[in-house]
């Protein structure tokens, strides 16, 4: 079965800050996807990074990098000079090879102080 | 282009009650996805339809049954509603293959059972 563990519950920080999130996965699977999503207090399930397996290269999308090291099973996400909009709850995600289910972490509340 | 669009967007029932949650995938999706969302957790499969037939599901009881429309839209029913069913429900279409092209989730459906 497949797990993802988000260790920090919350996590709080001042305006411009650096934050990086945590992701730690268990898989079979020798080739997998890993997601990244935001859910502000509206609900909805925001989409931000896909990254998968076989393709190790760290990379940056404006204030979003990632960190993905399959050696450790961690899939870490920061936010550079973060924002008050920055503030919602993280989810690191995990596909089936079968493309059906995402198994999530349980997430983590992130809070941008002005 | 119109995201996923779920209908309606608050419910309340009573325990013992049946409820009809409705989908709109997101134009050329052609599968639908329905998660479980307890407050504080991170959403949880229930199950998916894929050309009118559900092609997994989740750990959920027989309670919880749902159908796929021929235009990719989709219904979930829950009949004997319990107060642990009280959550956020969310849709998310994809294409087949949705590890790969992305999942496009909607706003919600928060049901709260009295």
């Known amino acids: 079965a497949q797990k993802v563990t988000q260790a920090q519950t919350e996590i709080s920080v001042v305006e411009k800050e650096d934050v990086t999130l945590d992701c730690v996965y268990e898989t079979r699977d020798t080739t997998y996807y890993l997601f990244w999503y935001k859910q502000p207090p509206s609900g909805e399930l925001v989409f931000l990074i896909r990254?998968?397996?076989?393709?190790?290269q760290n990379e940056i999308s404006g204030r979003y990098s990632w960190n993905f090291q399959k050696s450790t099973s961690s899939f870490n996400f920061t936010i550079t000079a973060s924002q008050v909009v920055d503030s919602a709850v993280y989810f690191c995600a995990l596909p089936e090879t079968s493309g059906s289910r995402l198994t999530f972490g349980e997430g983590t509340q992130l809070t941008v102080n002005p | 282009d119109a995201g996923v669009t779920q209908s309606p967007t608050h419910l309340i029932k009573t325990r013992g009650q049946q409820v009809t949650l409705r989908c709109s995938p997101k134009?050329?999706?052609?599968?639908v996805s329905w998660y479980q969302q307890a407050l504080g957790q991170g959403p949880q499969f229930i199950f998916q339809y894929y050309e009118e037939e559900e092609r997994q599901r989740g750990n959920f009881p027989d309670r919880f049954s749902g159908h796929q429309f021929p235009n990719y839209s989709s219904e979930l029913n829950v009949n004997a509603l319990l107060l642990g069913d009280s959550a956020l429900y969310l849709c998310a279409s994809s294409l087949t293959v949705g590890r790969i092209y992305g999942y496009t989730f909607g706003s919600g459906t928060r049901l709260t059972v009295v």
């Open positions: 990254r998968n397996s076989f393709d190790e």
């Open positions: 134009s050329g999706h052609d599968t």
